[in-house]
């Protein structure tokens, strides 16, 4: 997500946020995961173009730890939901 | 030789096969790395492992607390929103949606029917005249997208072992 900073360098964006991975679920949205102060975050969002930048949407959602463990021990529960779909 | 992901698959079945065997009351996280480094022919020393055999012995024990404690309220209140094995069976018709677990007091996982078609949606609620509501803050995934998401599980553990 992209965040307004007080400090504009990038050696002091370092500080509170890292990016290890992002994953492209379809064209337009992504998973990532990132530390944002102290804290590691599943990121799940739509991103958008402008100007060659691919930048963050407000459709989305980022996950605690917490949330993620509870999402991740319910995947056979979403699937057979899903298959139920008429 | 294995790849860091096939070693962390053999780790985690390892990992549920030793908490299902042992006393847990008795046992400690360093026995548990321990007998899993042998089974699953890995090194205890690799960077990855200590955290790794932690995060899978936290989900355990929380998910063990989840389900004892639903077990009681189960036969309490009958077949409400468990959210773990007693979901109904019924289909899900067309603008139907189920709750299938909460991640916090106010988000939700839920399947929804949108015109035939299966969506996931990780979304926050929020209540308005006595009303559950689903908020614009969230997603829903479509059925590729879920999927893709699944297939990436894997890479989205790894990073997250990385941050830890």
């Known amino acids: 997500m992209a965040s307004k900073r007080k400090r504009g360098s990038k050696a002091d964006e370092k500080e509170?946020?890292?990016?290890?991975?992002?994953?492209?679920?379809?064209?337009?949205?992504?998973?990532?995961?990132?530390?944002?102060r102290g804290q590691v975050l599943v990121d799940i969002r739509e991103y958008w173009y402008k100007g060659g930048e691919c930048l963050p949407g407000k459709k989305g959602i980022s996950l605690t730890m917490d949330q993620w463990n509870v999402l991740q021990e319910h995947v056979k529960q979403i699937d057979s939901a899903v298959q139920r779909v008429n | 030789?294995?790849?860091?992901?096939?070693?962390?698959?053999?780790?985690?079945?390892?990992?549920?096969?030793?908490?299902?065997?042992?006393?847990?009351?008795?046992?400690?996280?360093?026995?548990?790395?321990?007998?899993?480094?042998?089974?699953?022919?890995?090194?205890?020393?690799?960077?990855?492992?200590?955290?790794?055999?932690?995060?899978?012995?936290?989900?355990?024990?929380?998910a063990r607390q989840d389900k004892s404690k639903r077990g009681e309220e189960e036969e309490e209140k009958g077949d409400e929103n468990a959210g773990s094995q007693e979901s109904s069976k019924a289909m899900l018709a067309e603008g139907e949606d189920e709750i299938i677990c909460q991640l916090s007091g106010k988000r939700n996982v839920s399947v929804q029917n949108f015109r035939g078609k299966?969506?996931?949606?990780?979304?926050?609620?929020?209540?308005?005249?006595?009303?559950?509501?689903?908020?614009?803050?969230?997603i829903s995934l479509t059925i590729d997208q879920w999927e893709a998401l699944k297939k990436e599980l894997p890479a989205i553990r790894q990073a997250i072992e990385s941050l830890q």
């Open chain 2, 118 to 138: 299966a969506l996931v949606s990780i979304r926050e609620y929020y209540e308005k005249d006595g009303k559950t509501l689903p908020s614009s803050k969230g």
């Open chain 1, 16 to 36: 509170d946020e890292e990016s290890v991975a992002v994953c492209e679920i379809s064209k337009n949205r992504k998973v990532s995961v990132r530390k944002w």
């Open chain 2, 1 to 62: 030789m294995a790849s860091e992901n096939e070693e962390k698959e053999a780790v985690r079945v390892a990992v549920k096969e030793i908490l299902s065997e042992e006393d847990m009351d008795v046992v400690t996280e360093g026995m548990v790395r321990k007998k899993a480094a042998e089974r699953a022919g890995v090194e205890v020393s690799a960077p990855w492992f200590k955290g790794f055999v932690k995060q899978l012995i936290q989900e355990f024990v929380s």
